[in-house]
């Protein structure tokens, strides 16, 4: 399986920016579906955004439509989660996830459909 390492997690102000990394090795990063996903404490994890393993399709969660984007690239193994107008509501331990199988959307958007994980990274967001 793909080894993930999620980075550029933090603590920021409401209306900050931020950028993850998802940093693979292992298996060839191309062929893998890359999803990111959230956790609060007592909550189960939250689907955020998937890229597919072409990296034309994406699909983001409706609760960051418009602030968050998705993104990969090839050469450096990486993939991306821009957040942008960060709310409280934000705050979470960011994980990424991969997978080489493909499904429908809604499928893609439950983390028991991702078989290699990141360790994840904390996102705080003050208000």
């Known amino acids: 399986q793909v080894q993930l390492v999620e980075s550029g997690g933090g603590l920021v102000q409401a209306g900050d920016s931020l950028r993850l990394s998802c940093a693979a090795s292992g298996r060839p990063f191309g062929s893998y579906h890359i999803a990111w996903f959230r956790q609060t404490p007592g909550k189960e994890r939250e689907f955020v955004a998937v890229i597919y393993w072409s990296g034309g399709a994406t699909y983001i969660a409706d609760s960051v439509k418009g602030r968050f984007t998705i993104s990969r690239d090839y050469a450096k193994n990486t993939a991306y989660l821009d957040m942008n107008r960060l709310s409280p509501e934000d705050t979470a331990v960011y994980y990424c996830?991969?997978?080489?199988?493909?499904?429908?959307?809604?499928?893609?958007?439950?983390?028991?459909?991702?078989?290699?994980w990141g360790q994840g990274t904390q996102v705080t967001v003050s208000s």
């Open positions: 996830a991969g997978s080489v199988r493909a499904g429908p959307i809604a499928t893609m958007t439950s983390s028991n459909f991702f078989t290699s």
